[in-house]
T-cell receptor
Framework: EDKVVQSPLSLVVHEGDTVTLNCSYEVTNFRSLLWYKQEKKAPTFLFMLTSSGIEKKSGRLSSILDKKELSSILNITATQTGDSAIYLCAVGRETSGSRLTFGEGTQLTVNP | EPEVTQTPSHQVTQMGQEVILRCVPISNHLYFYWYRQILGQKVEFLVSFYNNEISEKSEIFDDQFSVERPDGSNFTLKIRSTKLEDSAMYFC?????????FGPGTRLTVL
């Protein structure tokens, strides 16, 4: 059974801090790892990672995949209150459907 | 920017009733999905759909569930006889080269 574990489960920081969120996985026939931000409702897509060691960056957010360690990190620099959300990690299989298996998420709270 | 849309945003139904949840995936995507999230729990995969047929389904997706693409744009999830435990947020997603994108969800409440 595919497994995705995120840590920490929750994190409280002050505006301006840098945070690192972790995701480790066990999946048969790994295809991709995806990060999402979930505020009130739907997961909003952040990154999709398929290759080890290549950093993806979008503004203050960046992410990297380590296939040897079966893990990924999501970094957020200079955090803002608007970054407060649940960050979800999901892995997809190399199958025709490429279903995603999600972790429990990290609840990030950024205080002013 | 194209996005996945879902209707209704909230559906309240009585136990035993049939419900149909609707989705319009991103137009050039070929893979479509339904996921659900029970309050306070993980997002769970239900079913994937490609080329007008189911490509994968989970253990949750039993005979009470069905999916359909009745025309070129809509993608529906039907629950034939709802149970209390079907109460959840249901997300539709579609996949393109850049990733898998989710709709805003339908909150289903079964009374």
């Amino acid at each position: 059974e595919d497994k995705v574990v995120q840590s920490p489960l929750s994190l409280v920081v002050h505006e301006g801090d840098t945070v690192t969120l972790n995701c480790s996985y066990e999946v048969t026939n790994f295809r991709s790892l995806l990060w999402y931000k979930q505020e009130k409702k739907a997961p909003t897509f952040l990154f999709m990672l398929t290759s080890s060691g290549i950093e993806k960056k979008s503004g203050r957010l960046s992410s990297i995949l380590d296939k040897k360690e079966l893990s990924s990190i999501l970094n957020i620099t200079a955090t803002q209150t608007g970054d407060s959300a649940i960050y979800l990690c999901a892995v997809g299989r190399e199958t025709s459907g490429s279903r995603l298996t999600f972790g429990e998420g990290t609840q990030l709270t950024v205080n002013p | 920017e194209p996005e996945v849309t879902q209707t209704p945003s909230h559906q309240v139904t009585q136990m035993g009733q049939e419900v149909i949840l609707r989705c319009v995936p991103i137009s050039n995507h070929l893979y479509f999905y339904w996921y659900r999230q029970i309050l306070g729990q993980k997002v769970e995969f239900l079913v994937s759909f490609y080329n007008n047929e189911i490509s994968e389904k989970s253990e949750i997706f039993d005979d009470q569930f069905s999916v359909e693409r009745p025309d070129g744009s809509n993608f529906t999830l039907k629950i034939r006889s709802t149970k209390l435990e079907d109460s959840a947020m249901y997300f539709c997603a579609s996949r393109g080269l850049a990733g898998q994108f989710f709709g805003p969800g339908t909150r289903l409440t079964v009374l």
